[in-house]
């Protein structure tokens, strides 16, 4: 389980308050795969982001990143692996007490390496990129919602991460919006980046990946193309591409907020 | 099955206290060593100790007034008003003036750290720090924890002053002389009860700052949880500030 430049996630489990969110899940991302992880609302999908990035601590297995076992390190050695990695939160998670500017330099200020003319420039670049260079100056609370999640793609991009991960990148979205930010993942993923999203809405994930992984109760059921998860004849599959009368009003226990340990 | 509910709350107790001392000891190692995030250190001594001046102005002034007062009726029928500085001042110094700003600040500064930590929590904003490479005990808390430990003995000194000063207004309003007033001040004061009244704001500044990160970062359920997290604070923080007073004055009688 220790290959270079890929995600594995071998036989995880995560279980909050006595309740299983996850059990024995298994991913391997490749360097340059483009997946998409489904599954209906509350099932669990954000938490594997946030076990990938190590803001969650799976309470069995291990997760790999290029070969190292990241689940028993120390917030300070998780700092060096998240370098690799970036993450687009579903409501764009942006700082509002920092302008769209800051935002986008935040992580190489911290960084500290570059100077500050340096950074402006890759400021620039990447607003640039996501069409956002009046923006600049402008607060959160000032953009809209597409705006919001493209200045968060922009300062994804910001310190050139290998993996970036989407959650929910066209939720809440117009279809000018949807079609903006499918067009700029499929920019990043020309430029060999390796993108991980989850998302429940079909049209992006056909859109942007082109591989598929299923997860129903807390399991993972389904992994392969787009061909092989339309003609699956797994019932949760099925059911989720053409939900019926059994699927009205279903109680499914969300996800819900887990308390991270910091 | 009452056992068992007792239990189960005290080790959810146990657990928080325990990871409020650990979250309390990184914040104070963090303090003296790099980055210093000098920037978001001088805006929260702005918000917290500039902020809050006006409030602790106006406790200091009409609680060192209402003393006064009572004082004056109290001490007129054995002609001893002459005394009045000095028990608004002792007062004030050694108790009032640290207790009465440290409960104003943790009802405004407390519950707008609260707040903002915990609406930076239910956004996702912690976690994009934490992603981005920062290390926000050190960001979030220790720059909120320094700018508090030198904002609160201030403004501790401020309330003590505009208290004395409000006293004075009600005694020469009865006719006390203004030299007996102040020249009282000395007599009831001794070196250490100065120690004490900048010692007190400094721990319940620490108190305060911590309680409300603690709360903070530990917000979950969205709006309704942020609101539950504020009054959390304020409640404890003022608990916390009274009980560890009584402590405090013990240890400092001890040791006179």
Redesign the interface.
């Known amino acids: 389980m220790s290959e270079k430049s890929c995600i594995v996630m071998d036989k995880v489990s995560y279980t909050v308050g006595g309740r299983s969110i996850l059990r024995d899940f298994d991913l391997r991302l490749e360097q340059g795969e483009n997946r998409t992880i489904l599954g209906v609302s509350g099932v669990g999908k954000t938490t594997i982001l946030k076990l990938i990035l190590g803001l969650l601590k799976p309470s069995s297995g291990a997760i790999f990143i290029d070969g190292i076992d990241i689940s028993g390190l120390s917030e300070k050695t998780l700092t060096q692996t998240r370098k690799k990695m970036a993450i687009v939160f579903q409501g764009g998670a942006l700082f509002d007490s920092m302008t769209v500017g800051e935002n986008v330099g935040y992580r190489l200020l911290e960084e500290g390496e570059l100077s500050e003319a340096e950074i402006e420039a890759i400021v620039h670049e990447k607003l640039g990129f996501v069409g956002l260079e009046k923006a600049i100056d402008l607060y959160p609370a000032e953009l809209s919602g597409g705006m919001k999640k493209r200045a968060a793609i922009a300062r994804s991009l910001a310190a050139d991460p290998e993996y970036i991960f989407f959650d929910e990148p066209t939720t809440g979205l117009d279809p000018i919006g949807v079609y903006n930010i499918q067009q700029l993942m499929i920019r990043l993923q020309g430029e060999g980046k390796t993108t991980l999203v989850v998302t429940h809405d079909m049209n992006t994930a056909f859109a942007v990946s082109n591989r598929f992984s299923f997860i129903h109760e807390a399991r993972l059921v389904f992994e392969g193309s787009r061909e092989e998860l339309q003609l699956s004849a797994i019932a949760s599959v099925r059911e989720f591409f053409t939900p019926g009368e059994e699927s009205l009003f279903r109680y499914v226990e969300a996800e819900g907020d887990h308390e991270t340990e910091r | 099955m009452p056992s068992r509910f007792f239990e189960k709350r005290l080790l959810v107790f146990f657990s928080e206290l325990q990871s409020f001392f650990s979250l309390s000891l990184k914040a104070l190692f963090r303090i003296f060593s790099p ?1 210093f995030y000098y920037r978001e250190f001088m805006a929260q001594l702005d918000k917290g100790g500039v902020g809050s001046l006006f409030i602790v102005c106006l406790t200091g002034l009409f609680s060192g007034m209402v003393m006064a007062l009572q004082a004056i009726i109290q001490l007129k029928p054995f002609a001893a008003t002459s005394y009045i500085g000095g028990m608004v001042a002792v007062t004030m110094i050694k108790e009032l003036g640290p207790v009465l700003s440290a409960l104003m600040v943790a009802g405004r500064v407390g519950s707008s750290i609260t707040a903002e930590l915990g609406t930076m ?17 050190r960001r979030l808390i220790t720059s909120r924890l320094k700018a508090m430990l030198i904002a609160m003995p201030l403004l501790a000194v401020v309330t003590d002053a505009v208290a004395i000063s409000g006293g004075y207004l009600i005694a020469s309003g009865y006719q006390i002389s203004p030299l007996m007033y102040w020249k009282s001040l000395p007599q009831f004061m001794k070196f250490q009860d100065l120690i004490e009244a900048v010692a007190k704001p400094v721990f319940f500044g620490f108190l305060i700052v911590m309680i409300a990160c603690h709360v903070g ?2 917000v ?3 709006a309704e ?1 942020v609101g539950v997290a504020v009054k959390r604070t304020v409640v404890i923080a003022s608990v916390c500030i009274l009980v560890s007073d009584f402590f405090i004055t013990k240890l400092f009688i001890a040791f006179r």
Request: aromatic letters at 0%.
């Open positions: 980055p929590v239910v956004t996702e904003q912690v976690d994009a720090m934490q992603v981005e490479g920062t290390d926000i005990i970062l530990r979950s359920g969205g949880g």
